[in-house]
């Protein structure tokens, strides 16, 4: 079923809703995970921030309807790459049937919403709001600790495993109501070492949720330029927004 906009915009805002809570770029303290705490947690990610230059990754996610209580799942990739003070953004996402389902990129204040089968590339621009849409994109991808702490309540969950790496489990609650109105709550697991996500959980006030896993992930490998273009297919319709 075709999506409308408002629909891809709130998955864009679901798929990388955050930045990251207050302290300086400092070294964090020699702890133990079993007793580290939140700010060490935020000092070992601004520490790794300032390292921060690009990352790609395979991505497979986990979409949940709680009134059913049924699952659907979508594969794809995606890449970030930090672009002066701004982050940029391209996905693909495959629907269970391995056909693409849509494109997204974030460049320059727009976001450009290409969907094949429908033959429709949506570009919505940040305008005013671009800071906003910034700052959400860089949930876990090479984010500072200051920005955070303006829009979210942070809760520092403790450490866990993801895919064979150590990660801070961090439990994130908007402070914004219009944000609240979208989903309740973002989950995500960082590697301290590298700064990234290497899973996020976006859960809806409905129970609804969507659980992105990032795998195969290259870190500060300098992908193409060209990697951050959508190829549009010749007679899809076009809309500004």
């Known amino acids: 079923m075709k999506k409308e906009v408002p ?11 955050a930045a990251f809570v207050c302290a300086t770029v400092v070294a964090a303290p020699a702890a133990s995970a079993q007793s580290m705490t939140l700010q060490q947690v935020l000092s070992k990610m601004d520490a790794a921030s300032a390292k921060f230059q690009d990352t ?19 594969t794809g990739s995606a890449a970030f790459r ?3 003070d701004s982050l940029e953004m391209v996905t693909h996402i495959k629907d269970s049937n391995g056909a693409a389902a849509s494109d997204l990129l974030y460049k320059n204040g727009e976001l450009d919403v290409y969907q094949p089968a429908a ?3 949506t570009i919505v621009s940040a305008g005013a709001n671009r800071a906003e849409y910034d700052s959400m994109l860089a949930t876990g991808f090479g984010a500072d600790s200051k ?19 150590e990660t801070a489990k961090l439990d994130l609650v908007p402070k ?9 709550h973002v989950v995500i697991w960082v590697d301290l070492t590298r700064d990234i996500s290497l899973k996020q959980s976006m859960i809806q006030p409905d129970g609804d949720s969507r659980t992105v896993t990032y795998t ?3 870190y500060n490998q300098h992908p193409s330029a060209k990697l951050f ?6 007679g899809t319709q076009v809309k500004h927004q």
Not at 7 to 17: A, C, E, N, Y
């Open 176 to 184: 914004d109501q219009n944000i609240r109105n979208n989903f309740s």
């Open 216 to 218: 195969n992930i290259g």
């Open 56 to 74: 790609e990754a395979d991505i497979s996610v986990d979409l949940y309807t709680a009134v059913v209580q049924e699952h659907q799942t979508q």
């Open 82 to 84: 930090r672009v002066g």
């Open 7 to 17: 629909d891809s915009m709130k998955q864009f805002r679901l798929i990388f809703g």
């Open 229 to 234: 273009t959508l190829h549009i297919a010749s």
């Open 119 to 121: 033959k429709t590339e």
């Open 147 to 165: 920005d955070l702490d303006a829009a979210w309540n942070v809760t520092f969950e403790g450490m866990e495993d993801v895919g064979g790496v």
